[in-house]
């Protein structure tokens, strides 16, 4: 078993920054790939960025450039660093880490960050 805490979401402008945390424990020695997914009110979840535990990354095409994700692989833990936020940024995002033999997908319980106009 693995748990995430997500912690660093709120309330910032548009044009603002954020820092998301994400820190695993449990079962953590079996952690593969991490990554943020977002959702908004009425949308489906999607895929943010991800990170393997060598440090390649993917990022959402519309993302790219704005948004940057990290690991520390000693702390076990990932963070995404927004910035130039946009209105349309806002939304409950998701830490996901996938674990074990059979690359178990889990999720934190979300932290949600909003971007007013």
């Known amino acids: 078993q693995v748990q995430l805490v997500e912690s660093g979401g709120g309330l910032v402008q548009a044009g603002g920054s954020l820092r998301l945390s994400c820190a695993a424990s449990?079962?953590?020695?079996?952690?593969?790939?991490m990554g943020w997914y977002r959702q908004a009110p009425g949308k489906q979840r999607e895929l943010v960025a991800a990170?393997?535990?060598?440090?390649?990354?993917n990022y959402a095409d519309s993302l790219k450039g704005r948004f940057t994700i990290s690991r520390d692989n000693a702390k076990n833990t990932v963070y995404l660093q927004m910035n130039s936020l946009k209105p349309e940024d806002t939304a409950v995002y998701y830490c996901?880490?996938?674990?074990?033999?059979?690359?178990?997908?889990?999720w934190g319980q979300g932290t949600q960050v909003t971007v007013s106009s």
């Open positions: 449990g079962s953590t020695l079996r952690i593969g790939r």
């Open positions: 996901n880490a996938q674990a074990g033999l059979y690359m178990y997908n889990y």
């Open positions: 990170i393997t535990s060598g440090g390649s990354t």
